[in-house]
């Protein structure tokens, strides 16, 4: 990955990744993708369709993938939808509706202080920077333990 290889849209990895200090804050344009439905009065939600993530072993896969083998739901569900950026994403699939925060979670800061996860969200100039420092595990876009517990927060819920 890095700068060894681009994607469809023509950008390596680090030309695309601002969290890892790549990419290019010159666009200002909003995102076009249309976020997924959000819950109804009933309760039902769906998956996002266009999300995607990496498996353990380095595979990109869908929220499909996750129920495309009967003998292998329990296995892939169990695996990873505890992680907060695929069951914000994959809400129906991983049983996940309505998306939020774990009640009560809380974690440390770099000060050494107790926040909670609306803590994330309270400064509005802070928000991304706090997203990336606590939500992260890597530049990859997986959920750290702040993102498996901070859904919402997070901006996980798609």
Same mark, same amino acid.
């Given at each position: ?23 290019? =804050?010159? &666009? ?6 249309? %976020?997924?439905?959000?819950? #109804?009065?009933?309760?039902?939600? +769906? ?45 129906? =699939?991983? &049983? ?6 774990? %009640?009560?979670?809380?974690? #440390?800061?770099?000060?050494?202080? +107790? ?7 309270r400064n509005l100039e802070k928000i991304q ?22 859904v919402s927060s997070c901006g996980f819920c798609?």
């Open positions: 990955f890095g700068s060894g290889w681009a994607g469809p849209d023509g950008q390596t990895a680090n030309e695309a990744c601002c969290f890892c200090g790549g990419g290019s =804050t010159t &666009n200002t344009s909003a995102p076009t993708k249309a %976020p997924a439905k959000a819950p #109804t009065s009933g309760g039902t939600c +769906e998956d996002d369709a266009g999300f995607s993530f990496f498996t353990d072993s380095g595979a990109l896969k869908s929220c499909s993938w996750l129920t495309q083998l009967e003998e292998k739901i329990d296995f892939r569900t169990g695996r990873y939808c505890g992680r907060g950026h695929v069951k914000g994403a994959c809400r129906e =699939t991983c &049983n996940f509706c309505p998306c939020g925060d774990e %009640p009560g979670f809380t974690f #440390t800061v770099n000060n050494g202080n +107790e926040k909670g996860c609306s803590w994330l969200t920077f706090r997203r990336n420092l606590y939500c992260y595990s890597d530049s990859s876009g997986a959920a750290s333990s702040v993102g498996d517990a901070c798609l």
